[in-house]
């Protein structure tokens, strides 16, 4: 006889399938696991198997070696991202539209304003943070108090503009007191967020602080253990430095990652155009 997926995991699976849905995700593939596993895992991911259960091994004893940065504990199954495929002709727009008036996660309760992002939808460079602030939360964009005044001085040192480059966050809505978003809230929201990414395709990415590198990269390793390197993202040319807000707490830190800037400057072709600038934004 064969086994029957018990209920629970359908459930499971059931809710996970129609989120994906919510954020207009169709299809699934995976080709990183070995065929054994592939035909386990699509009979996990596929609606069929909901309706028709197949005999399934636990996954969590058959997953291969992790990969070379350890898995975050946002995901508790394989990537996410790895996952999601880019969506063909996709726009800031119809992801705004698709977010809707969102309330997904928990943390739609102590919002005022949904941050979604700003700037050019055909930026070459995209920067991501953590989460809205207060400011951000009020006025509905991001990296607009304190912290935002910085990363704009940084962006101007760089020989650009705000409206040069696009900014958002890993999570579009405010967590009470600043807290730090929980991983079920980033693993919610930053689908939207891998949208954007892939809608913008930047020639580099950013990540301003640990939340939204280990997000992107999908590991829990310190940030102060890769700050600087250039890293893949789906492709792209990915740097991680310290956000704005831990520049503002520790001003010594700030050379750190105008070296970090002047290596993206150097991708963007800037280098040259403002380098004598270096100082003013530290
Ligand atoms: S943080 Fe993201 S997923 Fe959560 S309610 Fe806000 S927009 Fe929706």
């Not at 949904?114 to 995209?126: I, R």
């Not at 809505?173 to 939207?192: I, L, Y």
Request: proline letters at 9%; glycine letters at 8%; one cysteine or more.
């Amino acid at each position: 006889m064969p086994e029957r997926i018990p209920e629970a995991l359908q459930e499971k699976l059931t809710k996970r399938l129609t989120f994906y849905q919510d954020i207009g995700i169709q299809l699934f593939y995976r080709d990183r696991y070995p065929q054994q596993l592939a035909s386990v895992t699509e009979e996990i991911i596929l609606p069929e198997p909901v309706q028709k259960p197949q005999p399934v091994k636990p996954v969590v004893e058959t997953r291969p070696a992790p990969p070379k940065l350890e898995v975050f504990p946002v995901a508790s199954g394989p990537s996410l991202f790895e996952a999601i495929n880019k969506i063909p002709d996709d726009t800031l727009l119809k992801i705004h539209t698709d977010l809707g008036d969102c309330t997904r996660c928990k943390l739609h309760r102590g919002r005022t304003k949904l941050v979604f992002g700003d700037g050019n939808p055909k930026a070459e460079l995209v920067f991501v943070g953590e989460g809205p602030g207060r400011d951000e939360d009020a006025q509905g964009l991001p990296f607009v108090g304190r912290a935002g005044k910085l990363l704009t001085q940084m962006i101007e040192a760089m020989g650009l503009q705000r409206q040069d480059v696009y900014i958002c966050n890993v999570v579009k809505c405010r967590p009470p007191e600043n807290r730090t978003p929980e991983k079920d809230e980033v693993e919610t929201c930053s689908p939207f967020l891998l949208r954007q990414l892939d809608a913008i395709s930047p020639k580099v990415i950013v990540c301003l602080g640990s939340v939204a590198a280990q997000t992107l990269l999908e590991t829990n390793r310190g940030i102060s253990h890769f700050r600087g390197e250039w890293l893949d993202f789906r492709g792209r040319k990915l740097m991680a430095t310290y956000h704005p807000a831990y520049l503002l707490r520790n001003p010594s830190a700030k050379g750190e990652v105008w070296k970090d800037l002047q290596k993206v400057m150097v991708v963007l072709g800037l280098q040259g155009k403002k380098g004598s600038q270096a100082g003013k934004s530290s």
